[in-house]
């Protein structure tokens, strides 16, 4: 029987009584298509049909190696179901690793996902023909799992300081592999730590007496037979996080470790037999890999925020609590206008990451093509694109995932909630794949550079040439995203005013440049925000979509670029214009009174809308978010697995509270 066939609770019911628009239509929408939501189904019931694939306990409660095990086990189970699987190979893997369907197996991170989303690509798009087909075949067959290894104990920001060397041997054809410090150790990558056989190592180039930079080479770690670690190999996993548990992160170390020539990875560089160095056309191209798992990572946080929208959502219509009326019924807590302007935007907000994540996807797929022909010429604004929206989607989705958790009051805490995990994810890629900040920094140069020479890429040609469009601000959704462009050019020209002060006091630019970061970021944050109500206003105007579907869509844009308005309000009082025209103020009443009427008219159909992200129970995991709203025994369902609930009496209390409580007496 479906779960949709059985209990539903009474609240829950109504709330989707007459629902004004077709829920599946915004399905499709998500998924990218009628025929993708199926095949998504399809998948859904193949994978989550296995019985083998559910957890016997909660993995909450058990040891870190017993959860890493067991998640192994599940992994390496869905490996081989991968062969059969009815939707095709490569849709099915790109389901596996991310926060969709793989979480609702893999609940505490996936020991072969650097594997699918580092290895195989960084071997794609580093590797030569030759060096793919020696490669790429074993890695998808899995006859070697590899890792992407880059960050050490010592640095992970400043790639240009990493410490591993790999000095050319021209006697021997060979590249030696040395850690020459504690500092010099891998840390932290992916499942290096217990699962990978082979890695992607980045190490500084030495050939003929000479530092050519980072590169990356391919090394084989562990026996293909035993596992055992080769000799001169140093390897460990490096303990619990704070989340992503089961992902073995670990160290790595090299103890003058050879390896043939031709594992240096040289797509874009070689070193010739003798040990010549043949450069590559853009010394950033070896960043490659980090680019476009910054780009799938905005996808998969916005995966991520979905579910923890659909859990507070569906639990704040069952939750009832306090009064609104004296002597009523206790109200919904979604009826209180504060759970709505807690809930309403991060689900505004899943729909704007998603479209202009669609929209990075594109660019990214357009960018790699022409590196593929030899044209680099999209490669500063992909770069640019990418960090941004990778620091904005993690920074505001782990924001937005704290207000889900906290909008479910005490239950929000439990761990079954998925509220910890959900978080622990989320928040991991505000530090990977380039330190946020650190990525915000790299933005406002693109923007600095853009505005100063007046050249650059699509994403900041607002920037050059005189600004465009209306000298005041109207009230049409065109009206406030000119307000935003406004701004982010105003803040861009704030941090060149600032560095040119600094400038003028004779400080060196690398100086100036430290001094303005607060101005930097601010600017880099305007135009990351900018790309994204952009993305979400123009991706209305077009497309096939039904009225009912548009109008509610429409809202809940309208929602959110005035929500963030409201909330980034202190940036437009560092544009000087804004203030003098007064704009600031009479604007902000406007704003303030048409968001709280956008709450109420969007309210009664927030359950619907995030039915239509139609995600499974098995994916939510959380008995607060279940699609059936039966809260309570669901709690209780999972209180019960709790091993201090096996006996009535812990044997704890004999051995320690008994004698103290004589003690006492
Ligand atoms: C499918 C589902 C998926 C789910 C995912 C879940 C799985 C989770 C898996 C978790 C996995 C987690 C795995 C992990 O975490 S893997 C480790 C990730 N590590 C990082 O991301 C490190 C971050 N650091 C850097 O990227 C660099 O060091 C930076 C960029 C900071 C500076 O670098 P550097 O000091 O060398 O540079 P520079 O300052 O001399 O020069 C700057 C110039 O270079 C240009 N530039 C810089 N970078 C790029 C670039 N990339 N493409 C094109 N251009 C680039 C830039 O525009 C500028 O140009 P110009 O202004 O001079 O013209
Ligand atoms: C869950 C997880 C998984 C990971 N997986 C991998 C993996 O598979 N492979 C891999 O190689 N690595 C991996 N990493 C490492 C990750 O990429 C790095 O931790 C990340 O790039 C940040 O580098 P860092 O740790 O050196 O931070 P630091 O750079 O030391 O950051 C510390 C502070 O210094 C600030 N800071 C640093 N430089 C600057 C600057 N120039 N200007 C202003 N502020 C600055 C930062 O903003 C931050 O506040 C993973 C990390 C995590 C948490």
Known sequence: MSQKETYENPDLKKERQNCPFNKEEITNLLDGGKEKTAERKQLENYILSDEQLKDAVPMEYLSHADKYAEELRKACL????????????????????????????????????????????????????????????????????????????????????????????????????????????????????????????????????????????????????????????????????????????????????????????????????????????????????????????????????????????????????????????????????????????????????????????????????????????LLPDLHGLSCALKALCSSEGANFVEVCRQSCGGHGYMACSNFPRIYGQVTAAETYEGENTVLWLQVARYLVKTRKEQTGGLSVKYLIGEEKGPKTVDTTLEGIVHLYRRTAVGLVDVAIAELEKSGRKGEAPHDAWNHA????????????????????????????????????????????????????????????????KRLVTVEFQVRTLLYVKLLAAIRPQAVNLVDSFDLRDEILASPLGCWDGNVYQRLFDEAAKSPLNQSSVHESFHKYLKPLLKSNL
């Not at 925000?529 to 991706?539: K, P």
Request: proline content about 5%; hydrophobic content about 40%.
């Open 78 to 377: 869905l490996m081989h179901k991968l062969e059969n699987s009815p939707a095709g190979q490569v849709p099915t893997l790109r389901a596996l690793m991310g926060a969709g369907l793989g979480s609702a197996v893999l609940k505490e991170g996936n020991p072969l996902a650097l594997h699918y989303v580092m290895f195989i690509p960084a071997l794609m798009g580093q590797g030569t023909i030759d060096q793919q087909a020696k490669w790429l075949a074993k890695a998808y067959n899995l006859n070697i799992i590899g890792t992407y290894a880059q960050t050490e104990l010592g640095h992970g920001t400043f790639l240009r300081g990493l410490e591993t060397t790999a000095t050319y041997d021209p006697n021997t054809q060979e590249f030696v592999l040395e850690s020459p410090s504690l500092t010099a150790y891998k840390w932290w990558p992916g499942s290096l730590g217990k699962t990978a056989n082979y890695a992607v190592v980045m190490a500084q180039l030495y050939t003929k007496g000479k530092c050519e930079g980072t590169h990356p080479f391919m090394v084989q770690l562990r026996d293909e037979e035993t596992h055992e670690p080769l000799p001169g190999i140093v390897i460990g996993e490096i303990g619990p996080k704070l989340g992503m548990n089961t992902n073995d992160n670990g160290y790595l170390g090299f103890e003058k470790f050879r390896i043939p020539r031709d594992q240096l990875l040289m797509k874009h560089s070689q070193v010739l037999e003798d040990g010549t160095y043949v450069k590559p056309t853009n010394s950033k191209l070896s960043y490659a890999t980090m680019v476009f798992v910054r780009v799938v990572v905005c996808q998969d946080v916005t995966t991520n925020l979905r579910k923890a929208v659909t859990i507070a959502t569906r639990y704040s219509c069952v939750r009832r609590q306090s009064e609104l009326k004296p002597g009523d019924r206790e109200p919904q807590v979604m009826d209180y206008q504060a759970q709505q302007n807690k809930l309403l935007p991060p689900l505004a907000a899943t729909f704007a990451f998603q479209l202009a994540s669609d929209h990075l996807w594109n660019l990214y797929n357009t960018a790699n093509n022409n590196i593929e022909q030899g044209d680099l010429e």
């Open 517 to 580: 970061a607060v101005y930097l970021i601010k600017a880099a944050q305007a135009h990351a925000r900018l790309f994204v109500v952009e993305s979400f206003v123009n991706s209305l105007k077009v497309g096939n979509l039904s009225a009912p579907v548009r109008t509610v869509l429409s809202q809940l844009c309208e929602l959110f670029i005035i929500y963030w308005l409201l909330e980034r309000s202190g940036e437009l009082f560092f544009v000087r214009q804004f203030i003098k």
